[in-house]
């Protein structure tokens, strides 16, 4: 009976614990719901958009109807874009830019990084407070004299077996690689994820008679793919991004990446179906990236503790 | 000891570095310092016309005649997007790196003259039947010249303006600023817009100026006391310009007007979903399309001290640091053939700066009689250039400012009377933009 009476009472307290649970799950739906709407809406109207003329753009915005691919549709806005812009080139620029910056990104970013972690430096401390405070200046303060700055750089050119120095990085694809390698919250990210990686492992290698770089390479790195696959993301993001930098140091249209193209088309009658077509294409490829490697992508923003 | 290697290395390092910067240092680059944009008789041409292809083509043609003409001299061009150009020609003036030929907009002229990014320019008598509007001019000096100009309007429906009993405006007659608020009224009575004009009040940068400084000096205000440009006291913030200030929040206030419009006014006019649309010259041609000849052209309106509109569109200039200032005035000169500036004029569909008869038969349209005429009227007639001021980038900018707190409900007189204090604050620190 006393057996009984329990079962029952905890068929009951589950059952009751339960009730509150569905509510609750569905509240929590959807939020998500409506959370994930907030940001797939932009992305489908972008699209949705790229599709229609101007004047059926604003006619169907105040309805569901600026979701949805009704009334005159056609690929009349991508075509006008090629004649355009010369997108293909930008796209390459852009992709062969950010590429480019994330893979020197990630080695020079995590060989400092793996200095300061692991290396015996006098005042490393103060040189890793140093480095994160640079965080707190904004880009577009130091963007002037980073101009002035880079103009002012030499570079050692190689023309068969002729060597010669010029000066000057404006107009190159140096100038929109190079300054973007070094990145201070990179290098705090690879120290933290260091940092966690116990010290037996390294001195287990140097016993073994391994040095620095292999300790660095055999080591740490391996061990390390969520804060490198985090550093890649927050390297090629911005680098993808890239826009005010490009206008102030990049006069050939062949050398422009695709940010800069958006503005080609704010003339004084904007095209705005052209624009959501171009903003298509450009962020394509991102979204294949994204959801191709979705998992890894949370994976690692989930375990270095980065959000936003 | 592998921390002496290390140091050995380091030290190694540097001193390659070191040694690198100092023969770059002493080695001549692509450019000789102080001068750029030429490469013995090569110069370079920039313009604000990337992803406006018609322009671009028409500019690259008079280069491709020019180029063609003699064997002296080239012109090469490099195009930038129009909405960031001026970041870009102000980082390549810090870098030392301006080209010898570029186009500017008129107002920023006289503030690209003082900084030294442009030289003045002797034209002679190439410019002799340019609409005053297209010269840019500060101290007295030509700094540059425009192949075109464009002309502030305002469109409706002819239709719309019949049904609600509204006359419709001529240059010669335009409508007062009475008349103009009755119209309004009129038209919001109707019941059939949520706000029947669209003043562009979405528009950002120097739209905001260059739109509603012509209907403050037709109250009888100003930006600027335009004797000696050091004060705005009176002309930004006496009882004219009190009096426009009052009246723009009005608009708002009674619903004439959105205190943010929509992104796209020829859209929403063609939509119907405004009844008169407050832009430019440029409009006419989209509007024209979509309207046929139910559209009608509205001149500015005359609020007292006459009718007036934003003088001065893009112009051509020679930097001060250009290497080769003969080829950029012998190109300068060549391009100001009424063949070519007309050319231009036509690809953006404006106004052409020359106004001589060879000009006006190469675009019969701003001829009299042809169906653009009203705005070519409407530029010799009504045009008032911007303050030639080095001060006017901060004048727009602070302007702007105070035009759109007083749209958000800011007090007009209080508003303004910190807008005056913060110009002349400017014009004092810059010692008088001497």
């Known amino acids: 009976m006393a057996t009984t009476t329990t079962t029952?009472?905890?068929?009951?307290?589950?059952?009751?614990?339960?009730?509150?649970?569905?509510?609750?799950?569905?509240?929590?739906?959807?939020?998500?719901?409506?959370?994930?709407?907030?940001?797939?809406?932009?992305?489908?109207?972008?699209?949705?958009?790229?599709?229609?003329?101007?004047?059926?753009?604003?006619?169907?915005?105040?309805?569901?109807?600026?979701?949805?691919?009704?009334?005159?549709?056609?690929?009349?806005?991508?075509?006008?874009?090629?004649?355009?812009?010369?997108?293909?080139?930008?796209?390459?620029?852009?992709v062969g830019i950010s590429a480019v910056t994330v893979i020197l990104g990630l080695l020079v970013n995590s060989l400092a990084a793996f200095a300061l972690s692991r290396m015996r430096i006098r005042g490393k401390r103060i040189i890793l407070t140093l480095i994160i405070a640079t965080l707190?200046?904004?880009?577009?303060?130091?963007?002037?004299?980073?101009?002035?700055?880079?103009?002012?750089?030499?570079?050692?050119?190689?023309?068969?077996?002729?060597?010669?120095?010029?000066?000057?990085?404006?107009?190159?694809?140096?100038?929109?690689?190079?300054?973007?390698?070094?990145?201070?919250?990179?290098?705090?990210?690879?120290?933290?994820?260091?940092?966690s990686i116990p010290k037996e492992l390294d001195e287990a290698a140097r016993m073994d008679g391994a040095g620095w770089f292999t300790i660095y390479r055999k080591i740490l790195m391996p061990l390390s793919g969520p804060a490198i696959a985090t550093v890649a993301i927050l390297t090629f993001l911005p680098a993808w991004n890239s826009y005010l930098w490009p206008i102030m140091v990049i006069q050939s249209e062949n050398l422009r990446p695709v940010m800069v193209g958006v503005e080609y088309f704010y003339q004084l009658n904007v095209a705005w179906g052209q624009i959501m077509a171009y903003t298509s294409m450009i962020t394509l490829p991102i979204l294949v990236l994204f959801i191709a490697f979705q998992r890894s992508f949370v994976n690692s923003i989930a375990s270095t503790g980065v959000k936003g | 000891m592998k921390s002496h290697k290390v140091r050995q290395l380091t030290a190694a390092s540097i001193a390659v570095l070191v040694a690198g910067l100092s023969l770059a240092g002493c080695s001549s680059g692509p450019t000789s310092a102080g001068s750029s944009g030429a490469s013995g008789n090569t110069i370079t041409l920039w313009t604000h016309n990337a992803g406006n292809p018609a322009e671009l083509a028409a500019d690259q043609k008079i280069v491709t005649a020019f180029n063609a003409s003699q064997s002296k001299y080239k012109v090469n061009v490099q195009a930038f997007p129009q909405a960031s150009y001026n970041q870009s020609v102000v980082a390549a003036a810090a870098a030392g790196k301006l080209p010898c030929v570029l186009d500017i907009d008129g107002p920023t002229v006289p503030d690209w003259a003082w900084a030294k990014y442009l030289a003045p320019l002797d034209l002679g008598s190439s410019i002799a039947n340019q609409l005053p509007s297209t010269v840019g001019k500060w101290n007295n000096k030509v700094y540059a010249v425009g192949y075109y100009d464009v002309a502030l309007a305002m469109f409706a429906r002819k239709s719309v303006l019949k049904d609600a009993d509204i006359r419709i405006p001529t240059v010669t007659n335009p409508w007062t600023g009475t008349e103009f608020n009755a119209a309004l009224?009129?038209?919001?009575?109707?019941?059939?817009?949520?706000a029947p004009l669209d003043l562009g009040t979405s528009g950002t940068g120097e739209w905001w100026t260059y739109a509603y400084s012509p209907m403050l000096q037709?109250?009888?205000?100003?930006?600027?006391?335009?004797?000696?440009?050091?004060?705005?006291?009176?002309?930004?913030?006496?009882?004219?310009?009190?009096?426009?200030?009052?009246?723009?929040?009005?608009?708002?206030?009674?619903?004439?007007?959105?205190?943010?419009?929509?992104?796209?006014?020829?859209?929403?006019?063609?939509?119907?979903?405004?009844?008169?649309?407050?832009?430019?010259?440029?409009?006419?041609?989209?509007?024209?399309?979509?309207?046929?000849?139910?559209?009608?052209?509205?001149?500015?309106?005359?609020?007292?001290?006459?009718?007036?509109?934003?003088?001065?569109?893009?112009?051509?200039g020679m930097t001060n640091s250009c290497g080769n200032k003969a080829a950029a005035t012998a190109y300068l000169k060549f391009s100001l053939q009424p063949q070519y500036q007309t050319g231009v004029a036509v690809a953006a569909g404006t106004i052409p700066a020359d106004q001589s008869p060879a000009s006006l038969k190469l675009d019969p349209s701003y001829a009299p009689g042809g169906t653009n005429e009203i705005f070519a009227q409407m530029s010799s007639k009504f045009a008032e250039l911007r303050p030639p001021t080095p001060a006017y980038p901060f004048i727009s900018t602070t302007f702007t400012t105070a035009a759109q707190n007083i749209l958000a409900g800011a007090d007009p007189k209080s508003t303004l009377d910190q807008a005056v204090q913060s110009i002349n604050a400017n014009i004092k620190t810059n010692n008088g933009y001497k």
């Open chain 1, 8 to 94: 029952s009472a905890r068929a009951q307290s589950t059952a009751v614990g339960k009730r509150p649970r569905a509510p609750r799950h569905f509240l929590a739906t959807v939020a998500k719901t409506v959370l994930a709407l907030v940001f797939v809406l932009p992305i489908i109207f972008m699209f949705i958009s790229s599709l229609k003329p101007d004047s059926q753009i604003f006619a169907d915005l105040g309805s569901l109807k600026a979701f949805l691919p009704v009334g005159h549709i056609s690929f009349a806005n991508y075509t006008d874009v090629f004649s355009r812009v010369p997108i293909l080139q930008f796209l390459m620029n852009s």
């Open chain 1, 136 to 195: 707190i200046v904004p880009f577009e303060t130091l963007a002037l004299p980073l101009v002035w700055w880079v103009n002012q750089l030499p570079w050692l050119q190689i023309n068969g077996f002729d060597l010669t120095f010029t000066h000057g990085w404006l107009d190159t694809y140096r100038v929109q690689i190079i300054p973007f390698i070094a990145n201070a919250f990179s290098v705090y990210l690879f120290h933290q994820y260091f940092d």
């Open chain 2, 185 to 194: 009224a009129a038209l919001k009575k109707t019941g059939k817009w949520a």
């Open chain 2, 218 to 316: 037709s109250f009888g205000g100003d930006l600027i006391n335009r004797t000696d440009y050091q004060s705005a006291d009176g002309a930004l913030n006496g009882p004219a310009a009190v009096n426009w200030a009052t009246w723009m929040r009005g608009l708002v206030t009674q619903g004439i007007i959105a205190q943010k419009s929509g992104a796209d006014a020829n859209a929403d006019l063609i939509n119907n979903k405004t009844a008169i649309e407050y832009s430019g010259s440029w409009a006419a041609a989209p509007l024209s399309k979509a309207l046929g000849s139910d559209l009608a052209v509205i001149p500015a309106v005359n609020f007292g001290a006459g009718p007036k509109i934003g003088g001065g569109s893009w112009e051509w």
